[in-house]
């Protein structure tokens, strides 16, 4: 099932909301990610939506109005881009969302903030840890809202946006907008995610305002996963001093074929292998097998039979970079003869359903030793006597 992630921006700010989809799907496959604005084109979602089909994730457009946010008292000091993520539970039908902000950049895999379970609470967030240099220790506990995993059903039953729009109806909030409003409606309902779901980096130019360089070094002791440019520090102006902005700029350049290679790289690295070996057998005698497996320890090797296997087949499994197959169907030896590198004619007994043919239609090269070789026709034989 894709996950869902909403960004709430206008159309001056489409660089710095491309950026952020870079750097997620840097991390990240099969997304849906809405866009809710007032001003986008839809020529903007139809290229990117190109770009984005290699990595199965969708950018999905919700256009919205922004009169219905005349009349709420600080519209004037804020972007009207702050109240768009208020109509999430309006137009989203998913149960959980995670809502970005547009000046944060994800660096690492977002599973294990989506695991997370809110239970009855309306979103996970992180608390506004800087609060105490505007407010002291008086300061009342709240989140930051650029970073929240929100309980999208519950938003819906308990018509949270009609609450939010009578509190600001009020005039009761002051500060910072719609992130006050949040807090004042869900107090004592949400729960927080981790501290390294929203790195305030932005806050830096304040700490060193404030005399507070002790806050420096408030997230020396995790591995930032979102980081989030939240002051007027922004990385994209000339003279920012925000830590991570090179790495702003590293995804705002990045081109998506580089995104694509990399996380093929990424895969190779986490089977820890780079190139894959396939053989079809109906015997359990392949020849130098296991002279092989040591020899190329970074390549992975796959065995699949039609029938069961024997022992000594399955044994092979205790190199760990020997994977074997057993009864194998039509959908997995496709898959296998579509991903692999090489082909290794290096079973004893007859060919496996002319398997020799289906890898040159895939214009697949064909290693055999000359005592295995089924064809000597468009193949590489070499001497049994000196596999290296």
Request: net charge negative.
């Amino acid at each position: 099932m894709k996950k869902t992630i909403v960004l709430g921006v206008d159309f001056q700010y489409r660089d710095q909301v491309m950026t952020t989809i870079k750097s997620i799907v840097s991390h990240n496959q099969h997304l849906t990610i809405y866009i809710i604005n007032t001003d986008f084109p839809v020529e903007w979602f139809n290229i990117l939506n190109h770009s984005l089909e290699q990595f199965d994730c969708r950018v999905k457009n919700i256009p919205i109005s922004s009169d219905v946010f005349e009349g709420i008292p600080t519209l004037s000091h804020i972007s009207v881009a702050g109240f768009f993520r208020w109509f999430i539970p309006i137009h989203l039908e998913e149960e959980i969302v995670l809502y970005l902000d547009s000046d944060v950049i994800v660096r690492g895999s977002l599973d294990p903030l989506f695991d997370i379970n809110l239970e009855e609470n309306l979103l996970g967030a992180v608390a506004d840890h800087f609060s105490t240099l505007y407010y002291g220790d008086a300061a009342p506990v709240s989140f930051n809202s650029g970073v929240m995993l929100i309980n999208n059903s519950l938003w819906k039953k308990e018509e949270i946006y009609n609450s939010l729009m009578r509190i600001a109806d009020k005039g009761s909030a002051v500060g910072v907008g719609n992130q006050e409003y949040l807090n004042i409606l869900t107090q004592n309902r949400w729960i927080d995610i981790g501290k390294q779901y929203n790195v305030q980096i932005g806050q830096d130019v304040n700490i060193n305002a404030y005399g507070r360089l002790d806050l420096y070094h408030f997230y020396d002791d995790c591995e930032p996963v979102i980081v989030h440019y939240n002051s007027q520090d922004k990385p994209w102006n000339k003279y920012s001093q925000s830590r991570y902005r090179s790495e702003w700029w590293y995804y705002f350049g990045l081109e998506w074929s580089v995104i694509y290679a990399q996380q093929q790289k990424n895969l190779n690295r986490l089977t820890g292998k780079t190139l894959n070996l396939f053989t079809l057998t109906a015997s359990d005698t392949l020849e130098h097998i296991e002279v092989l497996a040591k020899a190329l320890p970074d390549y992975q090797f796959h065995i699949a039979a039609r029938s069961d296997i024997s022992e000594k087949l399955a044994n092979l499994e205790t190199y760990s970079n020997i994977k074997v197959y057993k009864l194998v169907i039509n959908p997995i030896l496709e898959e296998l003869i579509r991903n692999c590198d090489v082909y290794l004619d290096i079973n004893h007994s007859y060919e496996v359903e002319g398997i020799l043919d289906k890898i040159k239609e895939e214009n697949k090269p064909i290693l055999a030793f000359d005592s295995t070789a089924h064809t000597t026709k468009n193949i590489e034989v070499i001497s049994e006597t000196m596999p290296e």
